[in-house]
């Protein structure tokens, strides 16, 4: 009998019961989908930073220990503040070597060129090296994938022995010097050879570079004499966001029990990663870019506390609708439930009514509103980070009591009216 | 003993005196009839007496009982147990057939019983059309099936509100023969109407002029 009642109730406004359906089906999906990115989404959000530069720089331990202390970055007195090239490729056999996206070698000396007066900076790096690793593995990395937001007219250098030599012009020195892509310049480095040189492209990084000479760093260990030799490596690593732990083993691992120490070195916390890659180079100094890491911190915090926000008004969103259609759905009503409660339904006998038809709803509408969150959060994954999001086991019991909040929610102004709804007055058409 | 006795049943609604100082007794078996001009109080004294309201003041005992301080939960129970109400706008469930119309009173009463509604259909003259709903049916079907609704669960008191109000003069004989038959079985019977044939039909009226009662006459059929 109840279930003719209930079942009757909603055959005969086939459309509300649709709208109560879709609205569930709205909410739910939308709630499923931002929970979805957003245990998603630091991951993702990471590798879509990680596009845009370095976050870790390895320096000589002398030359970070100068740095610190008393702010020099370069100068006299340094002997020994060098990292050797051909230690590099280990940096792809640590723990962690799948989150190094890449890293490109820094060594700079001052050349100087025709028609212009001061020395300028040359940075002899890798653009895009092959590497053999001992794994008997090769990766590509280098300056052309570490720093692919600089816009560049021409292409990098080539590198290979074979290749002719040339080098890349920040955009300020290009337009100094008037020179294009296809043009030759005229450099002197320290050790007094006088080299001729096509400029084979000219980029644009929106920093000082903009005023620098990008060479291959072979020429670059030529011009100063420091063969086989690099100052710096800039490094572009996946990281987890710290936490308590990593920012304690962050000051000192010695801190961190057994156990802690483990979790710590097997997570992929920046500082964990620095410490990895201090492991296999001689003398190095891994330093997180302090701030890379924390404004990527802080823009996730933003990014999750906007689906948050965004996800409680997609569910007080379909509430509200819900509440009205429901509400609606009993005012439509009224003359039937006023014939129920006169002969004899009590107010839990109405009240159950309207809950299951919302319960009703609320199972199918939440049902079908999960699957379609699923392949909503799918598309955004695809749009926005060009990458799937995998439904989280997670999202499926925050989901049901979502559902049953909205729907309880939604459900009480209806209730209200239900229990104030007198017989006398609607069955004497008053 | 009177099933039902008001004692000065007074109904205020916010400064219009729909009824003032009531004074009635109904017999068991009786069949009373209310007449009375529109807006004199009928339907307000029909919602007191079948616990769809509550007097401002004044006393309502239905078999002794006293019912006017009662709360709005106990009243439910004795509409559900003791009161069969017969509606001008006969109120069937639109969605519901004629059957699960009947059945639904057994539903909130006790427990569904299709034979045993299947049986009140029949009654009222109604067995071939249960599958119907209220829709495909004439007034005068509806009201019948209205009719065997309120009698399913076997009321102390059966109230009608101008039963044949919105029927033809054929479907009113119709209703008419079933509550004189529901009479004659012992039933007790309230009703309202305001056609003199109809109210003649019972054993006593009473008046009901600007909310009191200002005459009451027995009439044939004594009991
Ligand atoms: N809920 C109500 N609120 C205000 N006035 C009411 C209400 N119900 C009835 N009345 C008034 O009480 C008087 C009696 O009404 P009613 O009992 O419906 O008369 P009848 O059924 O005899 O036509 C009328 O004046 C009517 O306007
Ligand atoms: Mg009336």
Known sequence: MFFRLVWGGIARRRWRALLT????????????????????????????????????????????????????????????????????????????????????PLLTTPVVLEGVDQPVTAVGTWFNQTLSLPTGDTVTTGVQGLKSWWSLKGAWPGEAASDPAGVALGESLARRLRLSPGESLVLTGQDGVRRTLPVTGVFLAGGREDGQIYVPLALAQAMAGKTGLV??????????????LAR????????????????????????????????VLTDARAKPVLAVAEAEGKILGKVELLLTLLAILALVASALALANLVTAGVMERRVEIGILKAIGAGDLGVISLVVAEVLLAGGVGGGLGYLLGIGLSDLIGQSVFGASISPHPAVIPLVLVLVFLVSVVGTLPAIRLLLRLNPREVLHGR | MAILELQSVSMDYGGVKALSEVNLTVAPGEWLAIMGPSGSGKTTLMNIIGCLDQATSGRVFLDAEEISQLSRRQLTAIRRDRIGLIFQQFHLVSHLTALENVMLAQYYHSLPDQDEAMAALERVGLGGR?????????????????????????????????????????????????????????????MVTHALEVGQEANRIIQLEHGRVTEGKRHRHHT
């Open chain 1, 248 to 279: 304690r083993a962050a000051q000192s691992p010695a801190s961190l029990s057994a156990k802690e120490w483990e979790t710590w070195y097997c997570t992929a916390y920046i500082s964990s990663i620095a410490y990895q890659i201090e492991e």
């Open chain 1, 21 to 104: 359906l879709f609205t569930m089906l709205l909410g739910v999906s939308l709630a499923t989908a931002i929970l979805n990115v957003m245990l998603d989404v630091g991951d993702k959000f990471n590798r879509e930073l990680r596009t845009y530069g370095a976050n870790l720089r390895v320096v000589p331990r002398s030359a970070a220990f100068l740095a610190d202390f008393y702010g020099l970055e370069e100068g006299e007195g340094v002997t020994d503040k060098y990292l050797r090239e051909d230690e590099l490729p280990r940096l792809k056999t640590i723990f962690w070597a799948y989150n190094i996206v890449d890293f490109a």
């Open chain 2, 130 to 190: 249960y599958r119907h709903l209220p829709g495909q049916l004439s007034g005068g079907e509806q009201q019948r099936v209205c009719i065997a609704r309120a009698l399913i669960n076997c009321p102390d008191l059966i109230l009608a509100d101008e039963p044949t109000g919105n029927l033809d003069q054929a479907n009113e004989e119709i209703v008419l023969a079933i509550l004189r038959q529901l009479h004659q079985a012992g039933g007790t019977i309230v």
């Open chain 1, 231 to 244: 100052e710096e490596v800039e490094v572009s690593a996946l990281t987890t966001p710290e936490n308590d």
